[in-house]
């Protein structure tokens, strides 16, 4: 009998906390996927942030540490400058995390050109802690601290961390995707291949942030909340790539 | 390598590099930047890593990361900065990763002074961040006994897999002092097969976290980790006397106010008042032996602080009550005078010539 398709050997067998319709799922295969066709899992070490994705280390086939809330890069630092040279580090970072109390941990990683790979999940939402405004909820979205809807005039507005972060000179790769139907997964997978090729390659600071849904925090359906992806978030947050030195 | 004349925090820094730490992750702040300066120049010397943090939130998880790779690592503050790595600190404890901090104290609270204090006590011993925990806190008084102590803090850090604090206070980081760099031996320390650096040759994948969301297993990790500051309180208590035997009054002071009280117990003894001196070396686990010892002999305890008294809870405890214990301090970055903590003794003891009519 030939084998067509089997697990990737970057994920455990683990079965994930995840809720039904969350894309966290889908994120952490992707990752898996490109750590094992690069044949990197044995050198990889993955940063585990706090959040829903705090026990991303239960499902990575690889040597795992976890970071405080928003510390994931600095810590991610510190694992990458004192490692053997041909050793790959990525955070897993949420919004609430990344953007919020971890905002200056990614931000100065980001300009000290840190050789580590950052996988920022943005549901627009914190998850784990129950749906309270993100520093990426939309303006006019109704979350546990919001429920109102996001006013600029109250909360501000939605920080664009992607485009923030390309304005720096230390990222060598930075794009945005989405998880909301197959052709942005795929475009997603390749996307997380070329950040972690070009760390492997030692280009400088990588950065994917993938769009993701959050169908128990938005009080959605898991089909709902694809296209919420796809008509709300994208016009917010647009797809594509904002930094590549790849070729430099 | 014969004496050389260096200022405190550089004695620390290359006490740390005596100890075989190569890495360092700082912030600067003062009374202690000279310590970061010095790590920044002599650490690519030795083959080791030197990087300035954004804050010390992040150079505390710099060192959280690098020590989860397993090296030996270190990173060093002054009291506010201190305070924000009190998060990281604790991470490292619920993670179980060994590091060394520094704290060179200054006056508090909030922003203070830059002036040198010791009123970070309450928070060095007792836990400081979030959860169950103590972690060793040693403070040298000179700057030849940074160089043992340095050496020892990395040795207890990575045999119980823990962070251990050094104190001391703007004095000690800016005095200096000739020193002489003598490597300590120490026995065979465990492999380090728990640390994240990949699965190359060691098997099965490895996690490093201070997360157990079950309440059952996480008492039980509690229990274990427990166990270990039972074993530190035992094993890892230092302390230094002088002049106890026929002491009716002890004065109880640790770092380099214990050395200005040096100074005035001679004096006092040269006019004929029996005085002594207990010297916490480590301030937890405090050593309460000399007080058991003493406790039911002298007359009185005076303990000497650069605070508004925080040290004296834990005298107190020691004595329980045998014996009463009495404070003299200053704060706010005041370091008390030999004259003054003299004329402390002698109200105390009832006058010079009470005491030489005794």
């Known amino acids: 009998m030939q084998t067509v398709f089997e697990k990737t050997k970057g994920l455990t067998d683990q079965p994930t906390h995840y809720c039904p319709g969350c894309t966290h799922g889908v994120i952490h295969r992707l990752v898996a996927e490109v750590l094992e066709e690069l044949d990197v899992l044995e050198k990889t070490v993955g940063v585990a942030s706090v959040g829903c994705s705090v026990l991303a280390y239960d499902y990575f086939n690889c040597d795992m540490t976890q970071a405080a809330h928003g510390r994931a890069p600095a810590v991610a630092t510190g694992v990458k400058r004192v490692l053997p040279e041909d050793r790959i580090v990525f955070t897993y970072q949420g919004d609430g995390d990344l953007a919020s109390i971890g905002m200056s941990e990614i931000i100065h990683a980001a300009a000290r050109g840190e050789q580590i790979t950052v996988i920022f999940v943005n549901n627009a939402i914190y998850g784990m802690t129950g749906g309270q405004m993100a520093p990426t909820s939309l303006v006019g979205q109704k979350t546990a601290t919001s429920p109102k809807g996001r006013d600029i005039s109250i909360q501000g507005s939605p920080i664009k961390v992607s485009e923030m972060l390309a304005t720096l000179d230390g990222p060598a790769y930075i794009e945005r995707v989405s998880t909301h139907d197959v052709p942005n997964i795929i475009k997603a997978k390749k996307a997380i291949k070329r950040a972690f090729e070009a760390q492997k390659e030692r280009k400088g600071f990588t950065f994917i942030e993938v769009l993701s849904t959050c169908p128990t925090n938005w009080g959605l359906d898991p089909f709902e909340s694809l296209d919420w992806i796809k008509d709300h978030m994208i016009p917010v947050y647009p797809l594509g790539v904002y930094k590549d030195k790849r070729g430099e | ?358």
């Open chain 2, 1 to 358: 390598m014969g004496k050389v004349l260096m200022k405190g925090n550089e004695v620390i820094a290359e006490a740390a590099v005596t100890a075989d730490c190569k890495y360092f992750f700082g912030y600067p702040i003062t009374p202690q930047s000279e310590l970061v300066a010095y790590m920044a120049q002599r650490l690519p010397e030795v083959g080791g890593l030197f990087l300035q943090a954004e804050s010390e939130v992040a150079a505390i998880n710099m060192v959280y990361g690098a020590s989860s790779a397993g090296v030996r690592v270190m990173t060093s503050s002054s009291s506010p900065g201190f305070s924000l790595k009190q998060e990281g600190i604790s991470f490292l404890v619920g993670s179980q990763l060994p590091a060394v901090v520094v704290n060179i104290m200054r006056g508090g609270p909030g922003l203070g002074n830059i002036q040198p204090a010791q009123s970070d006590y309450f928070q060095v011993t007792k836990g400081g961040g979030h959860g169950d925990y103590h972690v060793p806190v040693l403070a040298p008084s000179t700057l030849q006994e940074i160089v043992d102590l340095i050496q020892d803090a990395f040795y207890i850090a990575d045999s119980y897999r823990t962070p251990v604090i050094i104190l001391g206070d703007g004095m000690l980081g800016q005095m200096m002092e000739p020193v002489e760099f003598r490597k300590k031996e120490y026995p065979p320390l465990p492999k380090k097969d728990w640390a994240t650096t990949g699965t190359v040759g060691d098997g099965a994948p490895k996690t490093i976290t201070s997360l157990d969301l079950n309440a059952e297993t996480l008492e039980k990790r509690n229990i274990e980790l427990q166990k270990k500051t039972d074993s530190m309180a035992i094993h890892e208590v230092r302390y230094e006397e002088q002049m106890m035997e026929d002491a009716e009054t002890v004065i109880v002071a640790y770092g380099t106010v214990a050395r200005i009280a040096m100074n005035a117990i001679k004096k006092a003894r040269e006019d004929g008042i029996k005085v002594g001196l207990i010297r916490p070396i480590s301030l937890w686990p405090f050593p309460e032996k000399p007080f058991l010892e003493s406790r039911e002999k002298v007359k009185r305890y005076l303990c000497v602080e650069m605070s508004a008294g925080q040290m004296i809870e834990d005298v107190r405890l020691a004595v329980n009550g045998h014996t009463p214990v009495d404070f003299f301090g200053r704060n706010g970055g005041i370091v008390p005078t030999q004259e003054e903590i003299y004329e402390q003794i002698v109200r105390k003891h009832g006058g010079v010539q009470h005491a030489n009519s005794l």
